[in-house]
């Protein structure tokens, strides 16, 4: 079973995972979520989807993670794998088609130290909260990821094909627009051209939401009631 609509407090638990499948549990609009998902698509792996509401979560979910964090991982044996990172490397290590890690410890040790300093910036704006620190923050990261491809010369972050590094930095990216801070991308033109091939890509297309989406769950957050099935 895979639901788009979110299970909240007093919701009746889902079954069993079914074999040959692996369960997510996410929320629709969560881009540490959403990394799993672009996993999950990219490798086409068989999986259904579980929704949770974030502020009445059930009880059932709490059991599987006490921290209510998404993504959670559920295999048919009853595992439990929690933590965006830590969902999409045990991903790629179980299902082996389409590695997206790459093959050497040296390799995979580069994209883990790129994203552990590319996660300390946070993205999602408070109501009236000021941001001018974020706004040079962002300008400053976003100048070295530019300068990162103007000097490996490849399409994306790990060579000339999308690999894992590509999809944990995508959500953060994917939502710069709602977040009315996409202009601090300007003067970063590698940079653009890799959001724009980002784009083309089959999971990408497959996980994102329109702007307009996007912009209307914002306003929901940012005023403290966020509405994690609208559109539905």
Same mark, same amino acid.
């Given at each position: 079973m895979s639901t788009e609509r979110s299970f909240a407090k007093g919701s009746a638990a889902p079954g069993p995972v079914p074999k040959g499948h692996i369960r997510l549990y996410s929320m629709?609009?969560?881009?540490?979520?959403?990394?799993a998902r672009l996993v999950l698509s990219a490798k086409g792996i068989k999986h259904e989807i579980i929704n949770v509401d974030l502020t009445d979560k059930p009880d059932?979910?709490?059991?599987?993670?006490?921290?209510?964090?998404?993504?959670?991982?559920?295999?048919?044996?009853?595992?439990?794998?929690?933590?965006s990172p830590i969902t999409?490397?045990?991903?790629?290590?179980?299902?082996?088609e389409r590695k997206l890690l790459p093959s050497s410890p040296f390799g995979? $040790?580069?994209? %883990?130290?790129?994203?552990?300093?590319?996660? !300390?910036?946070?993205?999602? @704006? *408070?109501?009236?909260e000021d941001v001018s620190g974020?706004? $040079?923050?962002? %300008?400053?990261?976003?100048?070295?990821?530019? !300068?990162?491809?103007?000097? @490996? *010369?490849t399409k994306f972050f790990g060579g000339d094909?999308?690999?894992?590094?590509?999809y944990m930095m995508w959500p953060f990216f994917e939502r710069l627009e709602s977040f009315e801070l996409k202009y601090c991308l300007d003067?970063?033109?590698e940079l653009k051209k890799w959001t724009e091939r980002m784009?083309?890509?089959?999971?990408?297309?497959?996980?994102?939401?329109?702007?307009?989406?996007?912009?209307?769950?914002?306003?929901?957050?940012?005023?403290?009631?966020p509405n994690y099935d609208y559109g539905l």
């Open positions: 629709r609009f969560c881009p540490f979520a959403q990394r059932w979910f709490l059991e599987k993670n006490p921290l209510g964090l998404v993504p959670v991982l559920e295999t048919s044996a009853g595992e439990v794998i929690m933590e999409c490397d045990y991903l790629d290590e179980v299902y082996p995979k $040790a580069q994209q %883990k130290m790129m994203l552990e300093d590319f996660s !300390k910036i946070p993205m999602l @704006k *408070k109501k009236g974020l706004e $040079a923050e962002l %300008k400053e990261k976003f100048s070295k990821l530019d !300068k990162d491809l103007v000097n @490996k *010369k094909s999308i690999t894992m590094i590509d003067g970063t033109p784009l083309e890509d089959m999971a990408v297309k497959a996980t994102m939401h329109s702007q307009d989406t996007f912009k209307a769950f914002h306003a929901s957050y940012v005023d403290g009631k």
